[in-house]
């Protein structure tokens, strides 16, 4: 199997590097290689590779700067996706894409399924939505990939963050009332992993399988909830904290605003994927405390 890998060196890709690996011959590109602000780019390096799977995981990701530049987000993650999936369908492949919990608004009292029809309060959000709209107008064979709160060891997310502010303060105020499903990249990129292989040894499956899912870890919990568990954990790991646990505070949305608005509830319903794939998804919890241990143990050595 012949992969090209865009974004390889985000989150989401450095994890898909080494979790596609035994599937392959892998092609990664950075935005050197491969500028998904630069359509003329993305077509010449598909062209030139011919892979049988494209995954990519390129995106603009900046949810608050979005709302200033709308048409960078929008040409980011919906023009050029498109682009890339006419070419994908031209060359009879497969495309990965990943999205995200932000195309619905969060208004819904219950966890959102792939049939919920979509809602974005922000711009990114819109901008992914479309995004998975161009990857349906073209007609190719794909898997968009729904997901939530993602973090890993590298790169800069809210695990990361709150070590930081956590060193730094003595005291922490979370958002309590927006819950959701931390996820971590290593997750995400060892499904794909997985769900590619069986694509590929399962005719069968590879001709229903074409479509929408949403992949996060199980169970849910609020961004305070969240940060609260990084520190106990960082604490019980021997990490030098200002802050514990008990000093993470609540606070409520409205007394953190900021320029994009984010759903109060992203939790997304995962039994389309795991009933049609076979896999069990851990709890969050899990990946949240084997990245802490990481980070900590980093810092130590």
């Known amino acids: 199997m012949k992969i090209l890998l865009l974004g390889a060196n985000g989150q989401v890709g450095w994890e898909l590097q080494r979790a596609l690996a035994p599937l392959g011959e892998i092609h990664c590109c950075t935005r050197l290689e491969a500028d998904m602000a630069c359509p003329a780019a993305v077509r010449k390096v598909v062209r030139e590779i011919a892979p049988q799977v494209v995954v990519n995981a390129a995106a603009y990701t900046a949810v608050d700067r979005a709302e200033t530049e709308p048409e960078r987000a929008m040409l980011i993650n919906a023009e050029t996706v498109g682009e890339l999936a006419a070419e994908v369908r031209r060359l009879h492949g497969w495309l990965v894409h990943y999205s995200t919990d932000y195309v619905f608004d969060g208004s819904k009292p219950g966890y959102y399924t792939e049939e919920d029809l979509p809602a974005p309060g922000n711009v990114y959000g819109r901008s992914k939505l479309a995004g998975e709209q161009a990857i349906e107008g073209a007609g190719c064979r794909h898997l968009t990939l729904r997901t939530s ?47 590619l292989y069986r694509l590929a040894n399962d005719k069968d499956l590879a001709d229903r399988a074409s479509g929408t899912y949403h992949l996060v870890a199980s169970g849910e919990t609020s961004w305070h909830g969240y940060a609260r568990l ?72």
């Open 149 to 195: 709160w993602v973090f890993a060891a590298r790169g800069g997310n809210f695990v990361r963050t709150i070590l930081r502010l956590a060193r730094e303060r003595e005291q922490l105020r979370v958002i309590a009332d927006q819950v959701g499903a931390p996820t971590s990249a290593e997750l995400i990129a060892d499904v794909t992993a997985l769900a």
């Open 230 to 301: 990084v520190v106990a954990e960082a604490q019980r790991h021997g990490a030098e904290l200002k802050t514990t646990p008990e000093r993470v505070l609540p606070i409520s949305t409205t007394e953190y605003p900021l320029p994009a608005s984010r759903p109060a509830n992203s939790r997304l319903d995962t039994q389309k994927l795991r009933n049609l794939f076979g896999v069990t998804l851990p709890p969050w919890q899990t990946q949240v405390k084997r990245v802490v241990s990481e980070l900590v143990w980093r810092e130590k050595t």
